[in-house]
């Protein structure tokens, strides 16, 4: 359900964006206020107390947000909190800006290397998925994981290539427990 209410709330939110060309300012703007969501859990408390009306929230998203973000941003929040789903900001927020950077043919991957890797090997994959991939930029996300002996793990969105040692092993054991000894 959660995801529904972010899909719904998040095209509108790119639509109305793509629709009056505030694409990059409302971009910006999502990104702050999913860290000042993230950073003032009392917010969200506030916003989730039902002993707070409804009246009440609203006028203290317009205190707090009415010269520091633009009208159609103060608007969304306004909607949702109107709507009760002050619990859905952050996921709306979060599916908002994975469609603008989709939009943007921003790509997101996350590489996993059994050691760190040095600058120029980061660039050599960054280039790598440039040139396979539509995408005209990434943003790499790297973790180190020693259990990979050797290669990495690339993910991008639901697509996963697996260059690691430890899963060439897992395929080379699977492949000599079938063969059978006479």
């Given at each position: 359900m959660a995801k529904l209410v972010s899909k719904v709330y998040g095209d509108a939110l790119m639509e109305a964006a793509l629709e009056q060309g505030e694409l990059d300012s409302l971009f910006e703007e999502a990104g702050a206020l999913k860290e000042v969501w993230k950073e003032n859990p009392e917010?969200?408390?506030?916003?989730?107390?039902?002993?707070?009306?409804?009246?009440?929230?609203?006028?203290?998203?317009?205190?707090?947000?009415?010269?520091?973000i633009s009208p159609d941003m103060l608007g969304f929040l306004t909607t949702a909190v109107e709507k009760g789903r002050h619990k859905e900001i952050p996921s709306i927020l979060e599916y908002f800006i994975g469609q603008v950077k989709e939009y943007k043919k921003i790509g997101i991957a996350y590489v996993t290397s059994a050691v760190a890797l040095s600058d120029a090997q980061k660039a050599q994959v960054k280039e790598r998925l440039l040139s396979t991939?539509?995408?005209?930029?990434?943003?790499?996300?790297?973790?180190?994981?020693?259990?990979l002996i050797?290669?990495?793990?690339?993910?991008?969105?639901?697509?996963?290539?697996?260059?690691?040692i430890k899963t060439q092993l897992y395929q080379l054991e699977k492949e000599l427990l079938k063969i059978q000894l006479a």
């Open positions: 917010l969200s408390a506030l916003l989730d107390n039902p002993k707070v009306v409804k009246e009440e929230k609203l006028e203290l998203l317009k205190t707090v947000f009415c010269d520091r991939t539509s995408y005209v930029e990434f943003e790499i996300h790297y973790t180190v994981d020693a259990s050797g290669g990495m793990v690339i993910r991008i969105g639901d697509r996963v290539v697996d260059s690691s």
